[in-house]
C-alpha cells in the first residue's frame, strides 16, 4: 500500500462513535432551525421536531462517556469522566444563560438561529478532527 494510500485509510478509520456525534450534532442543529423558524400559532408543528430531537439525544447521550472511556488511560479514566461533565456542566449553564439573555432581548427565532449556527461550527470543528489522520490525533494527546 501507497503511503499516499495509506492516510487515506488512516482518515478514514473513523469510529461510529465520531459519526453518532455528528450525526446527532447536525439533527441538533436542524431542529433548532426548525423550533426558530416553525409558526408558533400551530403548536402541532412542533412535535415532529421534537420526535426528531429525542434521536439526537439518543444518538449523543452516551457517545461522550464512550469516547472519554476510549481515550483516556485506565488509571485516570474516572477523572478524565469527571473533568468531561464538569466542563459539559459549565459550558452548558454558560449557553444557556446567553441563550436567554438573547432570547428576552430579541425572541426565540434568533435565540435559537444563533444556537443552531453554533452547532454548525462545532460541527466543522468536529469534522476537521475526524479527517486528521488517526495517527496525528494519537501522538498529540501524549
Do not use: C
Request: hydrophobic share 45%.
Amino acid at each position: 500500500m501507497s503511503v499516499e494510500n495509506a492516510t487515506t485509510a488512516q482518515r478514514r478509520s473513523i469510529t461510529p462513535r465520531h459519526w453518532d456525534r455528528a450525526i446527532g450534532g447536525a439533527i441538533y442543529g436542524i431542529v433548532y432551525l426548525a423550533f426558530a423558524w416553525l409558526p408558533g400559532s400551530q403548536s402541532w408543528y412542533m412535535w415532529p421536531p421534537m420526535a426528531t430531537y429525542g434521536v439526537y439525544i439518543a444518538l449523543t447521550d452516551g457517545v461522550g462517556k464512550a469516547l472519554i472511556a476510549d481515550n483516556s488511560p485506565r488509571h485516570v479514566r474516572g477523572a478524565a469522566m469527571g473533568v468531561f461533565y464538569a466542563l459539559t456542566g459549565l459550558t452548558t449553564l454558560i449557553a444557556s444563560l446567553m441563550t436567554g439573555i438573547i432570547w428576552d432581548r430579541y425572541g426565540a427565532t434568533p435565540a435559537l438561529t444563533i444556537s443552531s449556527f453554533l452547532d454548525a461550527i462545532a460541527l466543522v470543528s468536529l469534522s476537521t478532527h475526524l479527517t486528521e489522520p488517526r495517527e496525528k490525533r494519537q501522538n498529540s494527546h501524549g
